[in-house]
């Protein structure tokens, strides 16, 4: 299965666009990002040019032999969401059995969410006053608990 992604040349810095995106993903790698497996280049049926990438495309859900859906995406948008704060991949040895980075993050929430999350995430900043950083810390925290909920709910059966 390919996704493909069409750039509308006519639209101004569209050309940019296409070329920017190419240098960029040619240089990274990441389990995340999938790769691209070829560029078109070409000229369409009214004699305009036209670019085209064509992506692998491989979802969490096809390679469980289920159907791409709305909910999948939101699923895994959520799985992501924890993955960046926590700095831990589902993959990782503490998640074996019955446990998964969500229940992992279920059985902490809210209160030992500061001694699961990204240590750096939570970093005093100290050359502030010592209230400052008392205040700046309870709101990171604040934020940090909405995301990490908006992960767990996104990870959740449609009801």
């Given amino acids: 299965m390919v996704a493909v992604k069409v750039f509308r040349l006519e639209t101004w810095g ?13 240089k990274v790698r990441h389990r995340n990002l999938v790769p691209i497996l070829t560029a078109c280049s070409s ?5 305009n040019d036209f670019k085209a990438l064509v992506y692998e495309f491989m979802t ?4 469980a032999g289920r159907a791409v859906s709305s909910a999948g995406d939101v699923y895994s948008f959520g799985i992501v969401l924890l993955e960046i704060f926590l700095r831990r991949r589902p993959t990782d040895d503490m998640f074996n059995g019955e446990m998964n980075i969500t229940k992992f993050v279920e059985m902490n929430f809210p209160d030992r969410i500061p001694q699961i999350i990204d240590p750096e995430l939570l970093v005093e900043q100290q050359h502030l006053c010592p209230q400052t950083r008392v205040a700046m810390k309870e709101k990171s925290l604040e934020c940090l ?13 449609s009801p």
Avoid: F, H, M, W
């Avoid at 000229?43 to 004699?47: A, L, R």
């Avoid at 969490?60 to 390679?63: G, I, L, P, V």
């Avoid at 608990?145 to 059966?157: E, M, Q």
């Fill in 60 to 63: 969490q859900e096809c390679a």
């Fill in 43 to 47: 000229i369409d049926s009214n004699g």
């Fill in 145 to 157: 608990l909405s995301v990490l909920n908006i992960g767990l709910l996104s990870t959740k059966p």
């Fill in 14 to 26: 569209a050309q940019k666009s296409l070329i920017a995106e190419c240098n960029a993903l040619r």
